[in-house]
């Protein structure tokens, strides 16, 4: 039975529905607050504004504006609580309120968080919740402090700490948001940076189950199968990507051949983990080989963990269907891994999910094709880039016509909500016991 909540005189919403309302309230608050004079250097459109405000709580990075320059102090504070916001979840943070005025947890909010990280259960969620806040607002804290380290000697107190926290919340938040007009290229070799930053979107993106998984239990065999699964597929996706780059990109003057040898491991390896949906750029995402673009725009529609900052179709999902694929191939009924089967109903989610966010972006790509001037590679990267919420550019969103920045903004809205709520959507069982005669289709 789905439940539903009575707000508003006789106006009931499902779970999905609050998610996504939520998400729409803020991006609207978010996007008054840039538009006020005292958020910008100069006055924008209402159209750059959303798009940003879109932007910043999907935690994309997609940017029309260079941040560290159009918007004021004022103008990134927002962007920045816009990015907490979005890549926490925004029923994270009510219950946060709810538990500091002393309150008790109903179910119908119990109901929302197990939406929020796609929880099975509605048992420990305020424990997870609790946890999650605790740990991320230490990340960010460690992270800040270990960046100011590096950035207080250039930049000054003010600004450099400043920067160090804004870096920090973005990294964590998997959001690719730069105060810099060209990302982190001044740093492509600089390993306090490239750690730090790469260490805070790997462990947000990650996913917040798993994180909670491997802080309560010691040993790799008591963990559960989906923090087995995101662990071992993670460091392997990550690896490979980092030898498929450097190979790519080694003598593409335009990306690593100039640069020393440990440079150019530090850029393969930080291009490689970035895709999944954190954003930062070491290297000119614009003048790489159409084979790592490629590559790119894989990593970034596979995305990051469930229940994690990150978006995509998840990691999980990709590896349930490599599965149910490398199962049917060998003539078996369920698809295994670890000595235990996944159930068929996840294997049709995955599907669902992987076919649905497939039909999202091309149709989105058509329409850009129509009103775009751009090149053909660009809004296929560009799709996939707001799809994914990763924020990588090819330089093209800058160029978008405001059609074009509003079905980016959707697009970025559908990948960031799209996900979780299709799954849950598509996870409940069918009303009624009624079975039909079966029927042959010939597929193949």
């Not at 983990?273 to 790489?288: C, E, K, Q």
């Not at 509003?406 to 409940?428: D, E, H, N, Q």
Request: glycine share 8%; proline share 3%.
């Amino acid at each position: 039975m789905m439940t539903r909540f009575p707000i508003f005189w006789k106006i009931s919403l499902t779970p999905p529905q609050i998610i996504t309302l939520g998400f729409i309230v803020v991006i609207t608050v978010g996007t008054f607050l840039l538009t006020l004079p005292i958020a910008t250097s100069e006055p924008i459109s209402v159209i750059d504004a959303l798009f940003t405000a879109t932007s910043a709580t999907t935690v994309t990075g997609l940017v029309v504006l260079d941040t560290g320059t159009e918007f004021t102090l004022f103008g990134q504070i927002v962007i920045m609580v816009l990015i907490q916001l979005g890549g926490l979840g925004l029923m994270t943070f009510a219950i946060l309120i709810v538990l500091l005025l002393g309150k008790k947890i109903g179910l119908r909010e119990r109901i929302l968080v197990q939406e929020t990280f796609n929880q099975s259960t509605l048992g420990g969620l305020i424990r997870l919740v609790k946890s999650l806040l605790i740990f991320t607002f230490s990340m960010e804290l460690m992270a800040t402090i270990l960046l100011s380290i590096r950035w207080v000697p250039v930049y000054g107190p003010g600004f450099g700490v400043f920067t160090s926290l804004f870096h920090a919340v973005s990294a964590f938040n998997n959001a690719g948001f730069s105060l810099w007009p060209d990302s982190l290229m001044g740093y492509v070799g600089d390993p306090v940076v490239n750690i730090i930053i790469t260490f805070l979107f790997i462990v947000g993106g990650i996913g917040f189950t798993v994180i909670y998984d491997l802080i309560k239990t010691r040993k790799f065999h008591q963990l559960s199968l989906h923090t087995k699964l995101m662990i071992i597929s993670t460091l392997s996706i990550n690896i490979l990507a980092t030898i498929v780059i450097f190979l790519l990109e080694y003598t593409n003057f335009d990306t690593l051949a100039n640069l020393a040898l440990d440079e150019k491991l530090w850029a393969s390896y930080f291009q490689a983990v970035t895709p999944r949906t954190a954003g930062f750029n070491s290297l000119d995402i614009g003048s790489m080989n159409p084979g790592t673009l490629t590559l790119t725009m894989f990593l970034m529609f596979i995305g990051a963990g469930s229940a994690s900052t990150g978006s995509g179709i998840k990691l999980t999902t990709f590896i349930v269907i490599v599965l149910a694929v490398h199962a049917y191939l060998r003539g078996k009924k369920e698809a295994v891994i670890f000595k235990r089967s996944i159930p068929n109903h996840v294997v049709h989610r995955a599907l669902a999910i992987t076919v649905i966010s497939l039909l999202m972006v091309t149709i989105v790509i058509f329409i850009l094709s129509i009103t775009e001037n751009g090149p053909y590679l660009q809004i296929i990267f560009e799709a996939f880039s707001a799809f994914g919420t990763v924020g990588l550019s090819m330089g093209l969103t800058s160029e978008l016509s405001e059609n074009g920045k509003l079905l980016l903004c959707i697009l970025m809205l559908a990948g960031r909500i799209g996900p979780v709520t299709l799954a849950f959507a598509l996870a409940r069982t069918a009303k009624g016991n009624i079975r039909y005669p079966n029927g042959d289709v010939f597929t193949g």
